[in-house]
T-cell receptor
Framework: GAGVSQTPSNKVTEKGKYVELRCDPI?????LYWYRQSLGQGPEFLIY????????DSGLPNDRFFAVRPEGSVSTLKIQRTERGDSAVYLC???????????FGPGTRLLVL | AQSVTQPDIHITVSEGASLELRCNYS??????LFWYVQSPGQGLQLLLK????DTLVQGIKGFEAEFKRSQSSFNLRKPSVHWSDAAEYFC???????????WGAGTKLIIKP
């Protein structure tokens, strides 16, 4: 079937604005993950969902970041009062379970001006 | 604290030559280890993984990796590279029951014709 999809592919916003990034996981995958990748670095864990609940959100950098997965499928990462330092590629992954391979989407490139 | 080190930021090899990309990790428990490849505009793709058992792991696209517990290493190898292998390669270790991946900074592979 289809892989993990993320929209938008690119997002340019102004400092202080609110943004939402969407992730559509592979059908049937119960686990969903968000990572952030800054230029020249490896991805950094943000949050992990098992079903509808956030099982571990310890990687979210501060309370401006929030993520939801209300029906256990699509997830939205929400960033309030964006800052220039939030500029990065936001990656979403999904898997059947935590012991299984994480499959990644193409990412959303966020640029905060 | 858990960490992954990829000591080479860039590696240049000639097409047809052999390749070895280095990865060292720091993790107290038995690690889950991964190599992913990231091509421009594409998502991270799993090359291979080690969970347990045989320490020499075969992956896709002719890649293999060897887990050496005594050296805390998981180096990636390929006997003969192709121009299409040019990409960025990331090593990762799975922690917290494998739902959280800790990533190295990546090694960019450049292929000389």
């Amino acid at each position: 079937g289809a892989g993990v999809s993320q929209t938008p592919s690119n997002k340019v916003t102004e400092k202080g604005k609110y943004v939402e990034l969407r992730c559509d996981p592979i059908s049937g995958h119960t686990a969903l993950y968000w990572y952030r990748q800054s230029l020249g670095q490896g991805p950094e864990f943000l949050i992990y969902f098992q079903g509808t609940g956030a099982a571990d959100d310890s990687g979210l950098p501060n309370d401006r970041f929030f993520a939801v997965r209300p029906e256990g499928s699509v997830s939205t990462l929400k960033i309030q009062r964006t800052e220039r330092g939030d500029s990065a590629v936001y990656l979403c992954a999904s898997s059947f379970g935590t012991q299984e391979t994480q499959y990644f989407g193409p990412g959303t490139r966020l640029l905060v001006l | 604290a858990q960490s992954v080190t990829q000591p080479d930021i860039h590696i240049t090899v000639s097409e047809g030559a052999s390749l070895e990309l280095r990865c060292n990790y720091s993790y107290g428990a038995t690690p889950y280890l991964f190599w992913y490849v990231q091509s421009p505009g594409q998502g991270l793709q799993l090359l291979l993984k080690y969970f347990s058992g045989d320490t020499l792991v075969q992956g896709i696209k002719g890649f293999e990796a060897e887990f050496k517990r005594s050296q805390s290493s998981f180096n990636l190898r390929k006997p003969s590279v192709h121009w299409s292998d040019a990409a960025e390669y990331f090593c990762a270790v799975g922690v917290n029951s494998n739902y959280q991946l800790i990533w190295g900074a990546g090694t960019k592979l450049i292929i000389k014709p």
